[in-house]
């Protein structure tokens, strides 16, 4: 046989080898017939077939008689092949591989949504109808004991107390602030009303006061409310808006068509009285009696002059031109005027990626985002050098100090809505801004990260939020809000 025959035909056996093992692993495991059909219920083997029978049942040699040594003991029994083959096939059944199942079709666990723990002391104020600011505080404890708690009034700055009810007392607060501090102790189950008046202020003028009640050392807060006192203004007297025809754009259009028909007319009569002189002349020096002629004769066609086409006179045209070129560009210069004075330039932009409207406003005014309503009840701040390292964070610097602000969230949406401590911002003298303190804030909240877990709809929260910031100067403004893309709201500070 020549070599290249051999060396095909070892070729095509390789080859028939691999397409026989490469095809074994796609036969099928059994028989149709067989994975058709039902398995038998599992059936508990007899003992004669799964165990040796029990040495009970072996002949043995009669009691006391001797038994030889030499005799080999008797082999096991033994069970026949007709007896083993039903096992066999029962446990090649039983471990017949299963396929395996699909998971279960689940959701991902998800974080539970954060609710506020329910306070046993809550706060409501209110405002009376009077010429001068008054506020009524009530407080009250809906646990079954009696607590001693603190309750702190922030008044505006540069207002002054007339009368404090229940033992009140007004101390200084940050900058020109001032506040009044009561310390009760609130039987269970009972309600005491406090009472502040303020010295008249301006008409027109609002004042608002936010309340809070805090534990019996005024670390950490209760609940907070707030109120604005509005005083009555006096009727604005009516204003009317000008009839047309005084309003500056229609008094310049108006000159500017008089002055173009008067124009107009002065040159219609002036071109008509040329004509007429015209007309004139030629009927005077149309011929007499005196021309040596007879009328009988017919007078020799003169040529006629030509006339040229009679237009406005230069000056009319640009008096013309120069009033109406007044009039537009006093009428765009008005328009553009009003319109540049209706621009609100302290309104953030609200196009492009920003979610909402971004608000503004002061201590203890409820201000209103995308998806939460902010209220700032109260910033302190303590003094210079006493941030110490909290558990957890990164060390503080070393002229820094601690600035906690009281603050009230509330979800305003139907949905679970998250926030983030990175978005919290305290901002300095400057333009400079720092971050919520996390580890900071999870002590102020007894270890507690409200950060962690997404607000369920409709809860509110009061939570302390605490910045750590360097130097003298404390926060200018807070801003908060509750998503990357959300307007946010800011709080200035007094």
Known sequence: MPASTRHHRALAVFVHCLGILAAVPALPAAAPEA?????????????????????????????????????????????????????????????????PSAPPAMAPPTRAPASAPPQPVTVAVATESSPAPRYR???????????????????????????????????????????????LRLPAHS??????????TAPGQPLTAPTCAFTSDGSRPYDCATATWQAAAAPAA??????????????????A??????????WVWRRRRRGRRVTAAALATGGGAGDGRGTIYPRPAAPSPVRRRRTPPVWMLVGAAVVVLAGVVGTAGWTATRQVAAID?????????WMGTGVTGSLGVPLRESAFEFTVYRMTCGAPGTAGKADGGPPAPVNGRRCEATVGVRNVTADHQLWHSELQRAYLPGGRWVSTDESATRMANLGRDVFANPMAAGTRMVLPLVFTVDGRDPPEQLELRSGVFSAGVRVHMP
Request: aromatic residues 2%.
């Open 35 to 99: 994975a058709a059909a039902p398995r038998p219920p599992a059936a508990t083997p007899q003992p004669t077939a799964s165990a040796p029978r029990p040495p009970a049942a072996t002949p043995g040699p009669p009691a006391g008689a001797p038994r030889p040594t030499d005799v080999p003991p008797p082999p096991p029994a033994t069970v026949g092949p007709a007896v083993t083959r039903p096992p066999v096939a029962m446990a090649a059944r039983v471990t017949e591989p299963t396929p």
């Open 137 to 183: 505080i009530q407080v009250r404890n809906v646990s079954g004991s009696t607590l001693d708690t603190t309750v702190r009034q922030e008044l505006p700055p540069g207002s002054t107390t007339t009368a404090i009810s229940g033992g009140g007392r007004s101390t200084p607060a940050n900058g020109s602030a001032t506040e009044v501090t009561w310390r």
């Open 191 to 200: 309600t005491t009303t406090l009472g502040t008046a303020l010295a008249a």
């Open 238 to 255: 009516e204003v009317t808006e000008a009839p047309a025809w005084r309003r500056y754009p229609v008094l310049l259009a108006g000159l």
């Open 257 to 266: 068509v008089l002055l173009l028909v008067s124009a107009a007319v002065f």
């Open 345 to 353: 330039t302290q309104k953030q932009p609200t196009s492009g990626a």
